[in-house]
C-alpha cells in the first residue's frame, strides 16, 4: 500500500503563485510515476503533471498549464512538488496527487491506483 498527503493549498490572487507538495509513504519502492490531477467545482477530473520516480527524470505536463507549472521530486523525502506560477482564476480546483505502479510512461489515468484526499486551491481576479 501507497499513502499520499497533499499540502500546500490555500488562497492567492491571480498572477500569484502556490507550491504543492506531496508526501509518499508505505511501499514508495513500488511507485513508477507521480502526478497531479485537479477537479473544479461541476467539472471532470483533469491531468495536470506527472514525473516518473523509477529512475530518469521524465515529466508530463498539460497543455493547459505548460509554461506556469512545473513537477519536480524529491527523492531523500519520497515527495514530489507542483510550483504553480502565474495562477489563474480557472486554476482553482481540488488538486489530487496520485501514486502509478505500472512499469508505464507515461501512464494513463487508470493506472494510478494511489491517491491523495486532495488539497484545494483558490485562485481570486
Known amino acids: 500500500q501507497v499513502q499520499l498527503v497533499e499540502s500546500g493549498g490555500g488562497m492567492v490572487q491571480a498572477g500569484g503563485s502556490l507550491r504543492l507538495s506531496c508526501a509518499a509513504s508505505g511501499r514508495t519502492d513500488s511507485i513508477y510515476a507521480l502526478g497531479w490531477f485537479r477537479q473544479a467545482p461541476g467539472k471532470e477530473r483533469e491531468f495536470v503533471a506527472a514525473?516518473?520516480?523509477?529512475?530518469?527524470?521524465?515529466?508530463q505536463t498539460a497543455n493547459s498549464v505548460k509554461g506556469r507549472f512545473a513537477i519536480s521530486r524529491d527523492d531523500s523525502k519520497n515527495t514530489v512538488h507542483l510550483q504553480m506560477n502565474n495562477l489563474k482564476p480557472e486554476d482553482t480546483a481540488v488538486y489530487y496527487c496520485a501514486a502509478s505502479g505500472v512499469a508505464s510512461w507515461p501512464p494513463v489515468s487508470w493506472e494510478y491506483g494511489y491517491w491523495g484526499q486532495g488539497t484545494r486551491v483558490t485562485v481570486s481576479s
Open positions: 514525473i516518473i520516480t523509477w529512475s530518469g527524470t521524465d515529466t
